[in-house]
């Protein structure tokens, strides 16, 4: 079985630098998945980030792609966002997921429990 | 991009009911469109992708159909774990989500 979990500070200053990881276990991520990052502000709807394959190649989120960095480690089994230049509207739960992508069958099948990230000073 | 719509927003209804939630995209999608259902406090849950599909181990009391711009969601028989927020989103582009429709029983 599949888990992943994220890990990060729950607070950030504004202008800063939100980072957070996600660690996946019970299978590799050099398997054929995408691996993403979808956030929700409390009390909201859910907003897809962007996604990384093992390979590097990654896609993002028109609205955040100047602001956001995915990352793979595949010695650690785990991949990473940066977010830069947050502001209050960036206060949100995260989560990260496993997208399933074959043919139509595209969806995220697995998440994390989600971190709450905090912009404040 | 794609905007995703679904209604209702809320909706209230008892155990047994049979309830329907809507879910439209502003450009065909073909039936790239999922399902998920999220309760307070947990991450989401996929139940049906692509459109008609149930994700293993999701009871058969949900079902889902349509293709194009219309999709809807069905539960048969409510049962009062079924309370949560249901979301729909399209994986023809760019993911995005519906806003979420939050059902109570």
């Known amino acids: 079985q599949v888990q992943l979990q994220e890990s990060g500070p729950g607070l950030v200053k504004p202008s800063g630098t939100l980072s957070l990881t996600c660690a996946v276990s019970?299978?590799?991520?050099?398997?054929?998945?995408?691996w993403s990052w979808v956030r929700q502000p409390p009390g909201k709807g859910l907003e897809w980030i962007g996604e990384?394959?093992?390979?590097?190649?990654?896609n993002y989120n028109p609205s955040l792609k100047s602001r956001v960095t995915i990352s793979v480690d595949k010695s650690k089994n785990e991949f990473s966002l940066k977010l830069s230049s947050v502001t209050a509207a960036d206060t949100a739960v995260y989560y990260c997921?496993?997208?399933?992508?074959?043919?139509?069958?595209?969806?995220?099948?697995?998440w994390g429990q989600g971190a709450l990230v905090t912009v404040s000073s | 991009d794609i905007e995703m719509t679904q209604s209702p927003s809320s909706l209230s209804a008892s155990v047994g009911d049979r309830v329907t939630i809507i879910c439209r995209a502003s450009?065909?999608?073909?039936?790239?469109l999922n399902w998920y259902q999220q309760k307070p406090g947990k991450a989401p849950k996929l139940l049906i992708y692509?459109?008609?599909s149930l994700q293993g181990g999701v009871p058969s009391r949900f079902s889902g159909s349509g293709s194009g711009t219309d999709f809807t969601l069905t539960i048969s028989s409510l049962q009062f774990e079924d309370s949560a927020t249901y979301f729909c989103?399209?994986?023809?582009?760019?993911?995005?989500f519906g806003q979420g429709t939050k059902l109570e029983i």
């Open positions: 450009h065909d999608i073909s039936n790239y």
């Open positions: 692509p459109a008609s």
């Open positions: 019970g299978g590799s991520i050099s398997s054929s998945y995408w």
């Open positions: 990384i394959y093992h390979s590097g190649s990654t």
């Open positions: 989103q399209q994986s023809y582009s760019t993911p995005s």
């Open positions: 997921a496993r997208k399933e992508y074959s043919g139509a069958r595209r969806a995220f099948d697995y």
